[in-house]
């Protein structure tokens, strides 16, 4: 078994700024994601990386940047954080692009 | 156009009674469905997946009912419980591009 972190839990920023958040996996696994989920909605993809130092493109990549740092751990900015925002950004991970993605708890962002 | 599509927002059922989730999707090169629940605070759970080479999955309670020709999916829970009240989502993806595609979510809900 493993687990995903996320952190922080909980981040209220303010309008115009760049916001980073990070995700921790132990399950050795290759690929990790990262998706964006709004209320009453499904998730929608923003960056995923197949190995350390690679990095694609989701279908709601613009205004993030990622960055996977190593194996292990997966970060997502924010870089222009908008008023009123507020999302929930769920991290996951899978051993290949066909396995099984594990969720972390997500972090939830509210922006004043 | 919505890739995948969950019929219903929300669905409440008496507890014992069958719960049954609907999906459809556009894209006929899916060929992975997988089914997350998720709780409240919670990332989503893997609870159920089916290959397009099959036409039903079951897991305890949990029966998945899939027609590629009508490109549409249903998951069926048997015997529901006031646990299993949750925010189900369908999935899909094309295994050759590794990149799950979710629908909206029905938010389940078993009462006692």
């Known amino acids: 078994g493993g687990i995903i972190t996320q952190t922080p839990k909980f981040l209220i920023g303010q309008e115009g700024q760049k916001l980073t958040l990070k995700c921790q996996q132990n399950f050795n696994h290759d690929t990790m994601y990262w998706y964006r989920q709004d209320s009453g909605k499904g998730l929608r993809l923003i960056y995923y990386?197949?190995?350390?130092?690679?990095?694609q493109k989701g279908d709601l990549s613009e205004g993030y940047d990622a960055s996977r740092e190593k194996k292990s751990s997966f970060s997502l900015t924010v870089t222009s954080a908008q008023k009123n925002e507020m999302a929930v950004f769920l991290c996951?991970?899978?051993?290949?692009?066909?396995?099984?993605?594990?969720f972390g708890p997500g972090t939830r962002l509210l922006v004043l | 156009q919505q890739q995948v599509r969950q019929s219903s927002q929300s669905l409440t059922v008496w507890e014992g009674e069958t719960a049954i989730l609907n999906c459809s999707y556009e894209n006929s090169a899916f060929d992975y469905f997988p089914w997350y629940q998720q709780f409240p605070g919670e990332g989503p759970a893997l609870l159920i997946a089916?290959?397009?080479?099959?036409d039903k999955k079951e897991d305890g309670r949990f029966t998945i009912f899939f027609n590629k020709r009508e490109k549409n999916l249903s998951l069926h829970i048997k015997d529901s419980q006031p646990g299993d009240s949750a925010t189900y989502f369908c999935a899909a993806m094309n295994t050759n591009t590794g990149k799950l595609t979710f629908g909206d979510g029905t938010v389940l809900t078993v009462k006692p």
């Open positions: 990386s197949i190995t350390e130092n690679d990095l």
């Open positions: 996951a991970s899978s051993k290949g692009g066909e396995d099984t993605q594990y």
């Open positions: 089916i290959r397009s080479v099959s």
